[in-house]
Each structure stands twice: as structure tokens, then as C-alpha cells.
């Protein structure tokens, strides 16, 4: 992680200004994104927003895909209603979406594979010390957001999983510069197969310029927030509220 950031770093800050903006067309208009820009929080962030500006993380090909990838924390979901779902095939769960949106949404998991796919071999860093490559499939968050409509004053989307670990729910959020960026995707295969539950079925999240923490399995429900404060203990994630992690995990 600190290697890579060093690596940036000799790249040098020139042009940050337009690398930030650029390929954000979608979102040029919103005064929502404007806020957003205008208001990171976090010397992590701001320096690796500056740096990367909209930049894509690294892909990999078919060979480079880890013949074992652990799964980590959650392994199983205790909750009855999950399990039962889990039983039929997720045949008639729906991702609900809500929040700050103008519509709120309930999605079928076979709408979400109908949407256009996104394919990304991308590597996975566990802030534990362990990482893998794998292929992840599924429609990109901004797609799914754009159906639900934001309000203007959307400004992080929040990812309620079915999960109870160590005693709390699990949850994560990222900001909408991360929900619209393109190798952000509501993974449902992991190589070519239907997710596992180790792995997070029906869906987890892939933001693939962050750590291993912030890819949300088991996804139920996609809040729209306008903060994060008051949301369980207001870290914006079970990690950052567990142990202190940084709510920004950039790679
Ligand atoms: N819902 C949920 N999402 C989660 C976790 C979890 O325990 N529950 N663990 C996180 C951590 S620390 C990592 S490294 C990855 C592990 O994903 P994997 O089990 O597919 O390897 O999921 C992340 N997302
Ligand atoms: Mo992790």
C-alpha cells in the first residue's frame, strides 16, 4: 500500500485539478458532487484523489486468477430470512434502494443481471496480509443509482449486509466519486460462478481501488445518505467502528 502511494507519489500533483474532474461528466452537473468534492474529508482521500484522480485499478487477465481465494469474516449468514432466501436461489429476494433517491427501488437479483455487465479481474488486498486475483461480474453501481434517481443531496451510499459479525451488523459506505466510477459493480459471479456464501451471495459490492473491508458481501439494502454521522457508531463502516480502520481504504 505505502509502496504503491510512494510510486504516486514520483508521479507529482501536476494536472491533479483536471485528472479530478475528468471522466466525471456524469456527475459535472450535480451540485450534490460539487459538495461532495468540495467537503472530502481525510488527508488519505484527498492525497489519493489528487494523485489517481478518476484512475482506473489494475486488471488482470484469466491466468492470473488465484486457484484458492480465502473468504474472510463473515463466512455464513446466521439471519432466518437470508437463510431461506439462500435456500431458494435468491428466486424472489429483491435489492432494496432507498434513502436519499427519488425512487425508492426494490430490485430482483434477475433484473440485476439483466442490466449490462461489467467483467473485472482485479486483485483483492485484505488488510490482514493476504491477497487474490479473481474475476468479478455484475452490473456497475452507477447504473443501478441512476434507476432510483439521487436528490441532490445524496452524498454517500451506504451497503446494509445481512451479516451479524462479532456481535454488530455489517455495513459499509462510500462517497458517489466511488459509486460512479466504473470498476465499482454489484458483483453477483465470481469466476463465471453465482457467488458463494463465503463469498457474499446474493451480491457484494467491488470498489476495486479500496481495501479488502470495504467490499461489502451480502448486500440487502443500498442507502442514500447525506451523512454518516448517526448511523450505528458513525464510522461508516463495522471496521471503522470496530477497530478505528480508515473509512477511506484506499490501496
Ligand atoms: N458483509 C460482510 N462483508 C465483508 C466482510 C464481512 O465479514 N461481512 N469482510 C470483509 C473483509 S475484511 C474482506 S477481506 C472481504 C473478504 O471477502 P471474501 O470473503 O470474498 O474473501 O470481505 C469484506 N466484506
Ligand atoms: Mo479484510
Same mark, same amino acid.
Given at each position: 500500500m505505502i509502496l504503491s502511494r510512494r510510486k504516486l507519489i &514520483?508521479?507529482?500533483?501536476?494536472g491533479a485539478g483536471g485528472l479530478l474532474l475528468g471522466g466525471c461528466d456524469r456527475l459535472n452537473d450535480s451540485e450534490t458532487f460539487r459538495g461532495v468534492l468540495g467537503g472530502a474529508t481525510g488527508l488519505n482521500q484527498r492525497t489519493q484523489r489528487l494523485l489517481m484522480g478518476d484512475g482506473l485499478a489494475k486488471e488482470f487477465s484469466e491466468?492470473?486468477?488465484?486457484p484458492v481465494f480465502k473468504a474472510n469474516?463473515?463466512?455464513?449468514? &446466521?439471519?432466518p430470512a437470508y437463510k431461506a432466501h439462500l435456500a431458494r436461489g435468491f428466486a424472489d429476494w429483491g435489492l432494496q434502494i432507498d434513502g436519499l433517491v427519488k425512487q425508492p427501488l426494490m430490485l430482483p437479483l434477475s433484473y440485476l443481471k439483466s442490466l449490462p455487465q461489467r467483467v473485472q479481474i482485479t486483485r483483492h488486498d485484505c488488510v490482514e496480509g493476504w491477497s487474490a486475483i479473481g474475476k468479478w461480474q455484475g452490473p456497475q453501481l452507477g447504473t443501478v443509482l441512476a434507476q432510483a434517481g439521487l436528490l441532490p443531496s445524496a452524498k454517500y451510499a451506504v451497503f446494509h449486509c445481512a451479516d451479524v459479525l462479532e456481535g454488530a451488523q455489517y455495513y459499509e459506505s462510500i462517497d458517489l466519486t466511488d459509486a460512479f466510477h466504473p470498476q465499482t459493480i454489484l458483483a453477483w459471479a465470481m469466476n463465471g460462478q453465482p457467488l458463494s456464501e463465503p463469498h457474499g451471495a446474493p451480491i457484494r459490492l467491488r470498489v476495486?481501488?479500496?481495501?479488502?473491508?470495504?467490499?461489502?458481501?451480502?448486500?440487502?439494502r443500498i442507502e442514500l445518505r447525506d451523512?454518516?454521522?448517526?448511523?450505528?457508531?458513525?464510522?461508516?463502516?463495522f471496521w471503522e467502528d470496530a477497530r478505528g480502520y480508515q473509512w477511506y481504504g484506499g490501496i
Open positions: &514520483g508521479i507529482g500533483a501536476a491466468a492470473d486468477i488465484s469474516g463473515s463466512l455464513a449468514v &446466521g439471519d476495486e481501488r479500496q481495501l479488502g473491508y470495504k467490499q461489502a458481501k451480502y448486500i440487502m451523512t454518516l454521522a448517526g448511523l450505528y457508531r458513525g464510522g461508516g463502516g
